[in-house]
């Protein structure tokens, strides 16, 4: 990167024109601090009212803000205020959280601002909220506020839709309310007592946005977001590239983040980076490269700094036994690994699928024998490379509700007795094709989606090898992911591999994949199951401790008899960073983590010399 240079002309004039001098001076100037990475999976736009895969939600939560946060380096988890002045006021009954907004923030400059500075208010969060009633959005978010029944906005909602009218913004609500221009207060039908954690920390989803914006870009709002955080979207090639640039509106904000004390490596992070400026970096700049090895090569050559979850490939030539290879080591490449806090769902199964779906012994059985003959350790073993643990239940390690003694037969992989149940629930060959049929007789044929890029072909290989295994037909159809999401949220996929991530530490994210009312949101499969739903709205509404645990405990042992999904691992995540990229610690609970990291761009400059 070279060092931009500005010179000045000094004019000197002493006895006249004819005396004249020129002197020629050189300033020097700090070179820009650019983080550069990239994703493997496209975007989808950047409205937080609108999305929800985990690559708009991390470009989108660098913009807007959320009223709470995660202190980057606490562990435990930790909730503090972001753009409030302290933590919520909660009512005894967990159903009233009220919240203060500090004074003196301010939105990005924007042209739907007309030249005026826009102080973020109330107001703006109040309205944000509304955003996810309106069905124009269409929120994927919206079953997060629903669950807990905010009071008022479901009951308006459905109103609207019968009337076929625009959502009312400026119809008083009594479930979220600006109580002045600062305060603002969120009422809730049923006691939720993790609500501000589990919903007001998640700036992809639940950062506030202006009005003004929405209504000024119209349609065109998720390519347009503004918010009050440290960056705005500077450039956008749809699939392609993501430029976050400084805001320069950005308030006054100084790394304050609190280690724990038996870190070495977070103390020491703490340690250099207190008392800075937030944002420290000038420029994000983010590629998508969908495929593994363009990916791995661009970091080596040192086109990208950061490594974002080294690809599974490379695992054995870059981390051998979980250490930096020594080759990578002398150039000062480091390492961080940590759990992801996810579920990798080998597949779910469309309850609304005349194959796979149903509640029936015979359609149970079916998923059942399925999931026996897929085998997660293999896929561990050799598509994940080892960077991930078997799954037991959906929930993830890390959150609240996972016990590491819990043992199923959720990663079980048992042939013979696939076979026995496939078998004895008549899914067996009628016609001597080879191929198992269904009970009447007619075809029995799996369609999965997948993805084109090298592990989505690996997982490929792995389900038509496991139900080979079983005679049992699978036949793919490859799209971009935005367009399997897409399909997926409407009900019009059979099956489909994806992930799921936690928000926040805790595994009621997990279990609201299976809660009927969550279909297409959450709930991928569409699975509604009555004793299911009466569990995970229990637990919900308890404070947390044994009691909580053991209904979190028998919810899960429902979704793994009746298998909606089959949860096969959950992953671990290997970072790498070359030497000038300073501070990164991965937080599962704060996407934007680049606004806690420095470049040091001496160390840049003599790496390109």
Known sequence: MMLRRIFACVVLSALGASQMVVAQTAVQTVAPKVLRYAFPIAETGFDPAQISDLYSRVVTAGIVEAPLTFDYLARPFKVKPLTVEALPTISADFKRFTFRVKPGIYFADDPAFKGARRELVAQDYVYSFKRHYDPVTKSPNLYRLENAKVLGLSELRAKIMAAKQPFPYDTEVEGVRALDRYTFEITLGEATPRFHQDVLTDSGNFGAVAREVVEFYGDKIMEHPVGTGPFKLAEWRRSSRIVLARNPSFREMFYSEEPPADDARSVAIANAMKGKRIPMLDRVEISIIEEAQPRWLSFLNRQTDFMDRLPNEFANVAIP????????????????????????????????????????????????????????????????????????????????GYNPQFKSEMSAFDVPRAKA???LYGYVDKDGDGWRDLPDGKPLVLVYATQPDQA??????????????????????????????????????????????????????????????????????????????????????????????????????????????????????????????????????????????????????????
């Open 321 to 400: 036994n979980n250490a930096v290879a020594p080759n990578l080591a002398k150039q000062g490449i480091v390492m961080e690994q940590a759990p992801l806090v996810d579920a990798t769902l080998a597949s779910f199964f469309n309850a609304e699928s005349p194959v796979v779906g149903g509640n029936t012994p015979d359609k149970v059985a079916l998923r059942r024998a399925i999931s026996l003959a897929y085998n997660s350790e293999e896929e561990v073993r050799v598509v994940r490379r080892n960077q991930a643990v078997l799954a037991q239940s959906a929930i993830a390690p890390l959150v609240y």
């Open 421 to 423: 149940l496939l078998d």
């Open 456 to 609: 989505s072909r690996q997982l490929v290989e792995l389900w038509e090898k496991s139900m080979k295994a079983i005679n049992i037909k699978i036949i793919f159809k490859t799209a971009k992911w935005p367009e399997n999401l897409k399909a997926s949220k409407a009900g019009k996929l059979m099956m489909w591999g994806v992930a799921w991530a936690a928000t926040s530490p805790d595994g009621d994210t997990f279990l609201a994949l299976a809660y009927g009312p969550n279909k297409g949101q959450a709930n991928h499969s569409r699975f509604d199951l009555p004793a299911f739903n009466a569990l995970y709205l229990k637990q919900s509404q308890m404070a947390d401790g044994p009691e909580r645990q053991a209904v979190m405990e028998e919810a899960s042992k429902l979704m793994i008899a009746y298998v909606p999904y089959k949860v096969s691992s959950h992953r671990v995540a290997t970072d790498l960073m070359h030497p000038w990229v300073q501070g990164y610690r991965r937080n599962p609970f704060i996407r934007e983590f680049f606004k806690f990291v420095d470049i040091d761009t001496e160390a840049l400059a003599k790496a390109s010399r």
